[in-house]
């Protein structure tokens, strides 16, 4: 079974920066993506950032420039961080991993206010 386990949510300002760290363990195979969604009150989840095993990081085009996907292989973690961070961008959170399945993280606030 594999878990994952996100931290590094809270409340933040309008501009201001939060970083995330996601950490997965268990029985872990080859990890094809690893990275991180979002769902707004009402919502759809949405991709954020993704890297993938081919070294690519996928981002959100309302993201880039702010948000910055890395990744510690030898931890089996993943990291966002997020910069000028909007109103608008107040959503849980959550971790997500392909590998011989697909998991999820249980979800972490980030509440920006204006």
């Known amino acids: 079974q594999v878990v994952l386990v996100e931290s590094g949510g809270g409340l933040v300002q309008a501009g201001g920066s939060l970083r995330l760290s996601c950490s997965a363990s268990g029985r872990i195979f080859s990890i094809n993506a690893m990275g991180w969604y979002r769902q707004a009150p009402g919502k759809q989840r949405e991709l954020v950032a993704v890297?993938?095993?081919?070294?690519?990081?996928n981002y959100a085009d309302s993201v880039k420039g702010r948000f910055t996907d890395s990744r510690d292989n030898a931890k089996n973690t993943v990291y966002l961080q997020m910069n000028s961070l909007k109103p608008e961008e107040t959503a849980v959170y959550y971790c997500?991993?392909?590998?011989?399945?697909?998991?999820w993280g249980q979800g972490t606030q980030v509440t920006v206010s204006s």
């Open positions: 890297h993938t095993s081919g070294g690519d990081t």
């Open positions: 997500h991993m392909r590998s011989d399945g697909v998991y």
